[in-house]
């Protein structure tokens, strides 16, 4: 054991050290290697090194470079690794955590995490919730509690409100409630890509007159396309007179919440009814930690609480949490050890001043790629996102899409940094998105150098 795993831990800081020289962008043209990689099942075991060269050397490598400095690309994620050291003592300890009695102090662990973020958001005491694999579950688990909440067993009649920027979660998290796409209303946003709380009341009032039940509202705090913050106050004030469930994916721009000079855009977040986060983005753990907090914990427990003749009863009232009662899963692992060991070795200042140093390397950022020639922000940084496309006298429409996708690709081509687009307001936008722990001001360099050289080649 002790062999294997110092081979291994060797090999990965080998590879975390290498990051910086690796592309951007590996070489994801892999249909072929795909092909050929498939096999059946061994009948007998094979020795670890030749596995780890085959992993580490022929396919990690053909991956987007998402742990890498140049990783600008969509909505980065992390991998701070001491939430791997916490993966490998829960897979190595493998206690069971779906209940409280099976491992009463490791779940108190996930509850103190779980009421660390409570407290970054500004929820209240009763406020309770859910460690899960992502963002699109906690956005489920979410939409279920609204619906349980507001519908009771007569769902059909049900309508949700998100915007025509919502990540694509939300459609999906509504389906597996049960909420069908014929039932979800994708709000026109405005010229800032923001949720439009004028057509989201007419929206709700022409249902209602139609006879149907109008229930949530989804708003972003921060989308994916262009890091667009939705009004949270109005929209919050609309569903308090409403009476409808208010729920913000803040998947992406939750944790931003922990600025102080950023709370006045991202006010009225801790009214919302339940939250979305990812500590996978906004405090960059490994992929596979996401989280939920639901204001009324009591709506989260009554949509999971569930007992078998089997399991041993809980202790009531509900002073110790137990997360089957609050989530859809018994048998897990243990996310919550992945956010506790990382906040205790680390502390929640160093997660500030990281969000911190994010927002002042993409105000610089902006500032540099909108001076290049033929550039208009299309999407000022809220955050640290933001979105723009590439023009020139008498350029048509197609033309300035088909360029700035090519901006994006021969940006990335270069091998310094990663960007993608995206298709807003039926514009194709370049955007810049930073959220790694790693990137730093050498990167931003790298990434106006590369551009202000693709815009050359690109404008006629
Ligand atoms: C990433 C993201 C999601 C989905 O979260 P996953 O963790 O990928 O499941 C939802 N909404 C927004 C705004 C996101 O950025």
Redesign the pocket.
């Known amino acids: 054991m002790r062999a294997m795993a110092e081979t291994v831990v060797a090999r990965c800081v080998d590879h975390i050290v290498s990051l910086p020289q690796q592309p951007g962008c590996g070489d994801v043209e892999a249909r072929a290697l795909c092909r050929a990689m498939r096999e059946p099942a061994p009948e007998h075991g094979t020795s670890l090194d030749p596995l780890l060269d085959q992993l580490l050397e022929h396919w990690v490598p053909r991956s987007f470079t998402a742990p890498g400095p140049g990783y600008l690309a969509?909505?980065p994620g992390g991998g701070l690794f001491p939430a791997a050291l916490a993966d490998f003592i829960t897979d190595t300890t493998n206690r069971f955590t779906g209940i409280w009695q099976a491992a009463p102090a490791l779940v108190q662990l996930e509850a103190n995490a779980l009421e660390w973020l409570r407290e970054w958001m500004a929820f209240p005491p009763d406020a309770r919730g859910l460690f899960t694999?992502?963002?699109?579950?906690?956005?489920w688990n979410a939409i279920l509690c609204a619906r349980e909440r507001h519908l009771g067993a007569d769902i059909r009649p049900g309508v949700l409100y998100t915007s025509d920027q919502?990540?694509h979660?939300?459609l999906k998290a509504a389906k597996l409630t049960g909420v069908m796409p014929d039932r979800v209303r994708a709000i026109a946003s405005d010229e800032c890509f923001r949720l439009r709380t004028d057509v989201l009341e007419e929206t709700i009032a022409a249902d209602r007159r139609a006879g149907l039940v109008p229930f949530a509202v989804v708003s972003?705090?921060?989308?994916?396309n262009t890091g667009a913050i939705d009004p949270l106050d109005a929209i919050a004030d609309l569903c308090a007179r409403e009476s409808l469930w208010h729920h913000v994916?803040?998947?992406?721009?939750a944790f931003f919440y922990l600025r102080p000079e950023l709370r006045a855009v991202l006010s009225g977040l801790p009214r919302a009814d339940s939250l979305?986060l990812?500590p996978?983005?906004g405090m960059f753990l490994p992929?596979g930690t996401?989280a939920l907090l639901v204001r009324d914990g009591a709506a989260l427990r009554a949509a999971h609480e569930a007992t078998a003749a089997y399991l041993p009863a809980m202790p009531q009232p509900h002073e110790f949490y137990d997360p089957s009662q609050h989530g859809p899963e018994l048998s897990r692992g243990f996310p919550g050890l992945r956010v506790w060991l990382t906040v205790k070795l680390y502390g929640a200042a160093a997660f500030r001043e990281a969000l911190a140093e994010k927002r002042a390397l993409t105000i610089d950022a902006v500032r540099r790629v909108a001076a290049l020639p033929g550039i208009v922000i299309d999407a000022a940084p809220e955050l640290t996102l933001f979105a723009f496309h590439l023009t020139w006298p008498g350029a048509t429409r197609a033309e300035e899409d088909a360029a700035t996708r090519s901006l994006m690709e021969q940006t990335t081509r270069k091998g310094r940094v990663m960007v993608t687009g995206c298709t807003a307001h039926g514009r194709y936008l370049g955007r810049v998105c930073v959220l790694s722990f790693r990137t730093h001001a050498a990167q931003i360099d790298a990434l106006v150098d590369d551009m202000a050289a693709a815009i050359q080649t690109i404008r006629p």
């Open positions: 969509f909505i694999t992502g963002g699109s579950m906690a956005t919502a990540h979660s939300v972003s705090a921060g989308t994916t994916d803040g998947a992406y721009g979305t990812d996978h983005k992929y996401g």
